[in-house]
Protein backbone atom coordinates (compact mmCIF):
# COMPACT_ATOMS: atom_id res chain seq x y z
CA UNK A 1 0.00 0.00 0.00
CA UNK A 2 3.04 2.31 1.07
CA UNK A 3 4.40 1.54 -2.39
CA UNK A 4 1.19 3.18 -4.31
CA UNK A 5 0.74 6.06 -2.18
CA UNK A 6 4.22 7.19 -3.14
CA UNK A 7 3.82 6.17 -6.63
CA UNK A 8 0.68 8.07 -7.13
CA UNK A 9 2.35 10.96 -5.33
CA UNK A 10 4.97 10.94 -7.59
CA UNK A 11 3.13 11.15 -10.73
CA UNK A 12 0.64 13.81 -9.04
CA UNK A 13 4.05 16.21 -8.42
CA UNK A 14 4.90 15.15 -11.72
CA UNK A 15 1.86 16.94 -13.50
CA UNK A 16 1.73 19.74 -11.45
CA UNK A 17 5.24 20.30 -12.43
CA UNK A 18 4.39 20.28 -16.24
CA UNK A 19 1.04 22.16 -15.72
CA UNK A 20 3.20 24.92 -13.92
CA UNK A 21 5.65 25.05 -16.56
CA UNK A 22 3.58 24.55 -19.40
CA UNK A 23 1.34 28.00 -18.22
CA UNK A 24 4.15 29.82 -16.84
CA UNK A 25 7.37 29.54 -18.79
CA UNK A 26 6.71 27.46 -22.09
CA UNK A 27 4.55 26.69 -24.07
CA UNK A 28 4.00 24.47 -27.15
CA UNK A 29 2.28 25.39 -30.12
CA UNK A 30 1.95 24.33 -33.82
CA UNK A 31 2.77 26.16 -37.15
CA UNK A 32 -0.54 26.25 -39.10
CA UNK A 33 0.33 27.71 -42.37
CA UNK A 34 3.19 27.78 -45.23
CA UNK A 35 4.62 31.53 -44.13
CA UNK A 36 7.02 30.71 -42.06
CA UNK A 37 8.48 27.60 -44.81
CA UNK A 38 11.40 26.56 -45.23
CA UNK A 39 12.31 27.27 -41.75
CA UNK A 40 9.28 26.31 -39.52
CA UNK A 41 7.10 23.42 -42.28
CA UNK A 42 3.77 22.96 -42.04
CA UNK A 43 1.74 20.36 -43.41
CA UNK A 44 0.25 19.36 -46.85
CA UNK A 45 -2.20 19.85 -48.27
CA UNK A 46 -1.89 23.45 -47.29
CA UNK A 47 -0.75 26.61 -49.96
CA UNK A 48 3.05 26.07 -50.27
CA UNK A 49 3.56 23.10 -47.17
CA UNK A 50 6.81 21.64 -47.47
CA UNK A 51 6.17 18.34 -45.24
CA UNK A 52 3.55 15.73 -44.21
CA UNK A 53 3.88 16.80 -40.59
CA UNK A 54 3.54 20.46 -39.31
CA UNK A 55 6.37 21.72 -36.82
CA UNK A 56 5.56 21.75 -32.73
CA UNK A 57 7.33 24.32 -31.36
CA UNK A 58 7.70 25.86 -27.72
CA UNK A 59 7.98 29.40 -27.02
CA UNK A 60 9.25 30.67 -24.21
CA UNK A 61 6.36 32.79 -22.37
CA UNK A 62 8.96 33.78 -19.42
CA UNK A 63 11.67 35.23 -21.99
CA UNK A 64 10.11 38.91 -22.65
CA UNK A 65 9.64 39.31 -18.70
CA UNK A 66 13.20 39.58 -18.68
CA UNK A 67 14.88 40.57 -21.72
CA UNK A 68 13.15 42.89 -24.78
CA UNK A 69 12.81 41.02 -28.07
CA UNK A 70 15.36 41.07 -30.26
CA UNK A 71 15.10 41.37 -34.28
CA UNK A 72 15.43 38.48 -36.24
CA UNK A 73 14.02 36.06 -33.53
CA UNK A 74 10.88 33.64 -34.32
CA UNK A 75 7.87 34.96 -31.74
CA UNK A 76 5.06 33.35 -31.08
CA UNK A 77 2.16 36.42 -30.63
CA UNK A 78 -1.45 37.36 -30.31
CA UNK A 79 -2.71 38.13 -33.79
CA UNK A 80 -4.16 41.56 -33.82
CA UNK A 81 -7.96 41.85 -34.47
CA UNK A 82 -6.91 43.69 -38.29
CA UNK A 83 -5.25 40.10 -38.88
CA UNK A 84 -8.59 38.10 -38.40
CA UNK A 85 -9.84 40.00 -41.29
CA UNK A 86 -7.10 40.32 -43.68
CA UNK A 87 -5.95 36.00 -42.62
CA UNK A 88 -9.23 33.98 -41.19
CA UNK A 89 -9.21 32.85 -38.93
CA UNK A 90 -6.78 34.81 -36.92
CA UNK A 91 -5.57 33.83 -33.53
CA UNK A 92 -1.81 33.04 -32.72
CA UNK A 93 0.80 33.39 -34.90
CA UNK A 94 3.97 32.55 -35.23
CA UNK A 95 6.91 35.12 -37.47
CA UNK A 96 9.90 36.65 -37.32
CA UNK A 97 10.46 39.84 -35.56
CA UNK A 98 12.34 42.20 -37.81
CA UNK A 99 11.01 45.67 -36.86
CA UNK A 100 11.07 46.87 -33.23
CA UNK A 101 9.62 50.13 -32.05
CA UNK A 102 10.47 53.20 -33.99
CA UNK A 103 11.83 51.66 -36.89
CA UNK A 104 11.24 52.59 -40.48
CA UNK A 105 10.60 49.43 -42.29
CA UNK A 106 11.09 49.16 -46.36
CA UNK A 107 10.61 46.57 -48.78
CA UNK A 108 12.60 47.83 -52.16
CA UNK A 109 11.73 46.88 -55.84
CA UNK A 110 13.63 43.23 -55.30
CA UNK A 111 11.69 42.55 -52.09
CA UNK A 112 14.41 42.68 -49.63
CA UNK A 113 13.42 44.32 -46.39
CA UNK A 114 15.53 47.18 -45.43
CA UNK A 115 15.71 48.94 -41.72
CA UNK A 116 16.06 52.69 -41.30
CA UNK A 117 17.66 52.82 -44.31
CA UNK A 118 20.20 49.52 -44.00
CA UNK A 119 19.52 46.61 -45.54
CA UNK A 120 18.66 43.90 -43.30
CA UNK A 121 20.47 40.56 -43.61
CA UNK A 122 17.96 37.75 -43.99
CA UNK A 123 19.73 34.20 -45.03
CA UNK A 124 16.50 32.38 -43.93
CA UNK A 125 14.26 33.70 -46.58
CA UNK A 126 14.27 31.70 -50.05
CA UNK A 127 15.01 34.14 -53.01
CA UNK A 128 12.02 31.95 -54.95
CA UNK A 129 9.65 33.64 -52.03
CA UNK A 130 10.43 36.88 -52.84
CA UNK A 131 9.61 36.50 -56.89
CA UNK A 132 5.62 36.17 -55.17
CA UNK A 133 5.62 38.78 -52.73
CA UNK A 134 2.87 41.91 -53.70
CA UNK A 135 4.51 44.49 -50.85
CA UNK A 136 7.52 45.98 -53.40
CA UNK A 137 8.26 49.54 -52.42
CA UNK A 138 6.14 50.27 -49.61
CA UNK A 139 7.33 51.59 -46.01
CA UNK A 140 6.11 51.14 -42.71
CA UNK A 141 6.81 53.18 -39.04
CA UNK A 142 6.43 50.87 -36.14
CA UNK A 143 4.72 52.80 -33.70
CA UNK A 144 6.28 53.00 -30.07
CA UNK A 145 5.66 49.60 -27.89
CA UNK A 146 4.76 47.82 -31.55
CA UNK A 147 6.88 45.11 -33.20
CA UNK A 148 6.90 44.47 -37.37
CA UNK A 149 6.37 40.97 -38.23
CA UNK A 150 6.86 39.34 -41.84
CA UNK A 151 7.01 35.24 -42.87
CA UNK A 152 10.13 34.06 -43.72
CA UNK A 153 8.08 32.65 -46.99
CA UNK A 154 7.32 36.19 -48.17
CA UNK A 155 5.27 35.51 -51.30
CA UNK A 156 2.71 33.58 -49.34
CA UNK A 157 2.33 35.35 -45.98
CA UNK A 158 -0.43 37.65 -44.17
CA UNK A 159 1.68 39.73 -41.99
CA UNK A 160 2.40 43.15 -40.14
CA UNK A 161 2.75 44.45 -44.43
CA UNK A 162 -0.91 43.50 -44.30
CA UNK A 163 -2.45 44.32 -41.22
CA UNK A 164 0.01 46.33 -39.20
CA UNK A 165 2.69 46.47 -36.05
CA UNK A 166 1.67 44.19 -32.41
CA UNK A 167 1.62 45.67 -29.56
CA UNK A 168 4.43 44.37 -27.12
CA UNK A 169 1.37 42.97 -24.54
CA UNK A 170 0.28 40.67 -27.53
CA UNK A 171 3.85 39.29 -27.56
CA UNK A 172 3.60 35.62 -26.62
CA UNK A 173 7.01 34.69 -26.61
CA UNK A 174 10.52 33.53 -28.70
CA UNK A 175 10.38 30.15 -30.29
CA UNK A 176 13.17 28.39 -28.20
CA UNK A 177 12.60 24.74 -29.91
CA UNK A 178 11.01 22.38 -32.25
CA UNK A 179 9.78 19.37 -30.89
CA UNK A 180 8.15 17.76 -33.22
CA UNK A 181 8.45 15.95 -35.61
CA UNK A 182 11.13 13.57 -34.49
CA UNK A 183 13.25 14.35 -37.43
CA UNK A 184 13.40 18.45 -36.47
CA UNK A 185 13.65 18.13 -32.60
CA UNK A 186 16.04 20.88 -32.27
CA UNK A 187 17.23 24.34 -31.16
CA UNK A 188 19.03 25.98 -34.12
CA UNK A 189 16.54 27.83 -35.41
CA UNK A 190 18.10 30.44 -37.34
Same mark, same amino acid.
Given at each position: ???L??W?LTI???I???L @? $?? +??? *??P?R?P? /???EPT?H?A??G?????HF??R?????L?Y????P????I? @? $?? +??A *???H???? /??????RLI????DT?????KG????DGRR??Q??V??A????DT????T????????F????N?G????S???G?VP???LI?????R???P?R?G?D??
Open positions: MRNVDALIAAAV @V $FE +AEV *AKYVS /GSMLCRPDDCEASDVVACECRFRSDRGQV @V $FH +AP *AAAACPP /GGTFVKGLPGVHEDAFIWILAPYATSLQTHRGEWHVPAGHYFVGDRNSCDRVWARSSGPVVAYWPTIFLP
